[in-house]
């Protein structure tokens, strides 16, 4: 965790609450993905939508990633930060006909086909060659929330293996679109590897009885993080179990991660505005609600809440932490064990990188949080994004 005096500097700086990411942990973590995967002709394409952050999108532009998004106005970011269209890859079930003609014109690096009806679209307005790759959904089991479950077949996302050899079948007789890999993304905050051995292996198998030869096979994303509770996807497993599979495809590897790079790189911080007691329960009132962090109400997430201030000969209180949000379910922690706070004093909720600011809203009107970047060169300054 980063020094608790660089957040008591940015809260004295900023106010409260705001989102401050350390970039310099998220060159270390991209850095980390590309030597795990030196054996193979590896990409990683950042995956947009876990924080847009144009300031966290310029760093990943200078280390050379690629980046996948998911609406045009993700595409208009990471253009905004210099990524050219030949290093994005474009995802997402809803693509529009002025969508699609513009990734077209501009030569994307790949569009990954959601649907029959897509490709049966970009067929039809397609001028020029543009490369895709068809996204399969396995029916597998991410063992997630079912929320951030994509691979199972009552999920609206990709196409059943059948679907996909009728693409395939279609792909091979147009003139432009040329068939280039395949894609698989089945859930998000994965931590056990068995569903990605599951996953890889049926679409390996589907390639191999279709014979085709493919450039990429994109793996999608889904890594999981430990967010205190001691889950985390084990990357020792990962490489035992399905780098001889990926050997097996032959081709270019691409994985789309975005939480995993990101979300440890960021921290809420919050201010005490009231302790407040019933009969019943104690209640820690901060500054920050679900409109700032929507993911404890929206699934039930848990992040780690920390003390920023001191903590010795504090008796230990069990409280409910909430925040001023005109709804029950604007609660960030129930029966948290933790040092009683005085009023003004602040805590920071931790590994808020990814689905944080990105998600937030104005929500009754509450102040959005500011984003603060952090590195050790240019130590604390605001977002430019």
């Known amino acids: 965790m980063l020094n608790s005096s660089i957040l008591l500097s940015a809260a004295e700086r900023f106010g409260t609450p705001f989102y401050l990411y350390d970039v310099d942990f998220i060159t270390e973590r991209v850095e980390r993905v590309y030597r795990f995967f030196k054996q193979f002709d590896?990409?990683?394409?950042?995956?947009?939508?876990?924080?847009?952050?144009?300031?966290i999108l310029k760093r990943l532009n200078e280390l050379g990633t690629m980046v996948d998004i998911v609406s045009?106005?993700?595409?208009?970011?990471?253009?905004?930060?210099?990524?050219?269209p030949d290093r994005i890859v474009v995802n997402g079930n809803c693509k529009s006909s002025g969508e699609l003609k513009h990734y077209v014109s501009d030569g994307v690096f790949c569009i990954n086909l959601d649907s029959f009806e897509e490709l049966l679209r970009l067929e039809k307005l397609a001028?020029?060659?543009?490369?895709?790759?068809?996204?399969?959904?396995?029916?597998v089991d991410p063992k997630t929330h079912p929320h951030i479950a994509t691979g199972l077949k009552e999920n609206k996302?990709?196409?059943d293996y059948e679907t996909a050899?009728?693409?395939?079948?279609?792909?091979?007789?147009s003139r432009f679109i040329r068939l280039v890999g395949l894609h698989c993304h089945i859930g998000s905050q994965i931590v056990e590897v068995g569903p990605f051995k599951e996953a890889f292996e049926?679409?390996?198998?589907?390639?191999?009885?279709l014979g085709l030869n493919l450039e990429l096979v994109n793996l999608g994303g889904g890594w999981g993080i430990d967010y205190g509770d001691g889950r985390q996807l084990d990357l020792n497993e990962y490489e035992k179990e399905i780098f001889p599979i990926l050997k097996g495809f032959g081709a270019k590897v691409l994985l789309e991660l975005g939480r995993w790079i990101v979300a440890p790189a960021g921290f809420l911080v919050t201010k005490v505005e009231y302790v407040k007691r019933t009969k019943n329960k104690t209640f820690i009132v901060v500054d920050a609600g679900m409109s700032h962090l929507i993911r404890?109400?929206?699934?039930?997430?848990?992040?780690?809440?920390?003390?920023?201030?001191?903590?010795?000969?504090?008796?230990?209180i069990v409280a409910d932490v909430v925040g001023p949000v005109c709804e029950s379910a604007d609660t960030f922690a129930k029966g948290l064990k933790l040092p009683e706070p005085k009023e003004g004093e602040l805590v920071v909720i931790r590994d808020v990188g990814a689905y944080g600011y990105a998600m937030s809203s104005h929500y009754n009107l509450l102040r959005k949080?500011?984003?603060?970047?952090?590195?050790?060169?240019?130590?604390?300054?605001?977002s430019s994004a």
Do not use: C, W
């Not at 045009?72 to 930060?81: C, D, L, P, S, W």
């Not at 050899?165 to 279609?170: A, F, G, I, P, T």
């Not at 500011?370 to 240019?378: M, Q, R």
């Open 202 to 209: 049926s679409m390996r198998n589907f390639a191999s009885k």
């Open 165 to 173: 050899e009728r693409m395939v079948q279609l792909i091979s007789k």
């Open 296 to 316: 404890p109400a929206l699934y039930g997430a848990k992040h780690r809440i920390e003390p920023l201030y001191p903590t010795n000969h504090r008796p230990t």
């Open 42 to 55: 590896f990409h990683l394409a950042y995956a947009v939508k876990a924080n847009f952050n144009l300031d």
């Open 157 to 159: 996302f990709g196409v």
């Open 72 to 84: 045009f106005g993700e595409y208009e970011q990471v253009r905004k930060a210099g990524f050219t």
């Open 127 to 139: 001028d020029k060659p543009v490369r895709v790759a068809i996204r399969v959904n396995p029916d």
């Open 369 to 382: 949080a500011p984003e603060v970047i952090y590195s050790k060169e240019n130590y604390l300054r605001a």
